[in-house]
């Protein structure tokens, strides 16, 4: 079953701090792997987007990782704002046209003051 | 900010009754989806369109339809609505035949059925 897992559910961070979120998927074709944020009450903005050759791509504080042999990414955020307190989510394409998504159900980061 | 809007951006309603959603886009891409999104889940695709008259159905399509009749406007239709079917509603576009450049998102229409 194509399935895309991420962890944790939800993380709670102080300002300032990194943290890491977590993303395992079983999708079979792979044609790209991406990141999104969600901020409350507004539709997911792309930070990243990550093809089967990259392991790594950064956006600002934002650094995605991908391990296609292990199916693994992760999303590294530097030095977090109280802006970054949003539901990141985890996307695998399916096909060259990328019509196909599989969605993971999010992970919510809140960073305090 | 991709020029994406979606009204209404809430809407309370009935069992049984019919709701249409718009999506409307400035952007003049070829791709439009509809999805909804739900407490636990990722987001589902509804249906997705290709071009004008060009739709094709999604993995939560049953209960809902949907029209392109300009490249700008998407529109999602549930017939006869049902309880299940409240959820969050997100119209995406994207550029054609490319997927190595993101879905763009437009901030939802929330749809509580009663």
């Known amino acids: 079953k194509n399935q895309v897992e991420q962890s944790p559910q939800s993380l709670i961070i102080l300002e300032g701090k990194n943290c890491t979120l977590q993303?395992?998927?079983?999708?079979?074709?792979?044609?790209?792997l991406r990141w999104y944020k969600q901020d409350t009450g507004r539709g997911p903005v792309s930070l990243t987007i990550?093809?089967?050759?990259?392991n790594t791509k950064s956006n600002g504080r934002y650094t995605a990782t991908l391990d296609a042999d292990t199916k693994q990414s992760s999303l590294h955020i530097t030095a977090s704002q109280l802006s970054d307190s949003a539901s990141y989510i985890c996307?695998?394409?399916?096909?060259?046209?990328?019509?196909?998504?599989?969605f993971g159900p999010g992970t919510r980061l809140s960073v305090l003051p | 900010d991709a020029g994406i809007t979606q009204s209404p951006r809430h809407k309370v309603t009935e069992t049984g009754t019919p709701v249409t959603l718009r999506c409307h886009q400035t952007?003049?891409?070829?791709?439009m989806y509809w999805y909804r999104q739900d407490p636990g889940h990722g987001l589902r695709l509804i249906h997705y369109?290709?071009?004008?008259?060009?739709?094709d159905k999604g993995e939560v399509s049953d209960g809902y339809s949907v029209s392109r009749s300009k490249t700008e406007d998407f529109l999602l239709t549930l017939e006869s609505a049902t309880s299940s079917q409240t959820s969050v509603y997100f119209c995406?576009?994207?550029?054609?035949?490319?997927?190595?450049?993101?879905?763009?998102f437009g901030d939802g229409t929330r749809l509580s059925i009663l």
């Open positions: 995406a576009i994207s550029v054609k035949g490319d997927s190595n450049q993101p879905q763009h």
């Open positions: 993303c395992n998927y079983t999708v079979s074709p792979f044609s790209n």
């Open positions: 990550m093809t089967f050759s990259e």
């Open positions: 996307v695998v394409t399916r096909d060259n046209y990328g019509q196909n998504f599989v």
């Open positions: 952007e003049n891409h070829r791709y």
């Open positions: 369109s290709y071009g004008v008259k060009d739709t």
